[in-house]
């Protein structure tokens, strides 16, 4: 997995399986994926529901490419429901947080 103590080195790489399954296999391959996602998440609990709050303009305004192109797709790999607002202007995520029920929102 990567050079030890270089967070920034790793050989991980996102991957997506289709596969075709057969009625008489349908629980066979729920215990094959609920094992899959035991593996792939070990310590963090799959199917998380999050709120990810984007300022367009952050990272040298690189954020909106950023989050389609590499933490949504590991969202989605991780079967998470993700609720995506994209701020407008100075303290909305201020706003946006003060008038959204956050209970229903898993916190990390």
């Not at 690189?62 to 949504?72: D, L």
Request: glycine share 6%.
């Amino acid at each position: 997995m990567g050079q030890k103590g270089n967070a920034s080195s790793t050989n991980l790489h996102l991957r997506k399986i289709h596969v075709l399954v057969e009625p008489a296999h349908h629980a066979a391959s729920d215990q094959w994926v609920e094992m899959l996602m035991k593996l792939a998440y070990p310590v963090t609990m799959p199917f998380r529901r999050v709120l990810l709050l984007v300022n367009p303009v952050g990272g040298k305004g690189k954020a909106r490419s950023i989050v389609q192109e590499q933490v949504m797709p590991l969202l989605e790999a991780a079967g998470c429901k993700v609720d995506r607002i994209e701020t407008t202007h100075t303290k909305h995520a201020e706003e946006i947080t003060s008038s959204t029920d956050l209970s229903k929102y898993e916190c990390v």
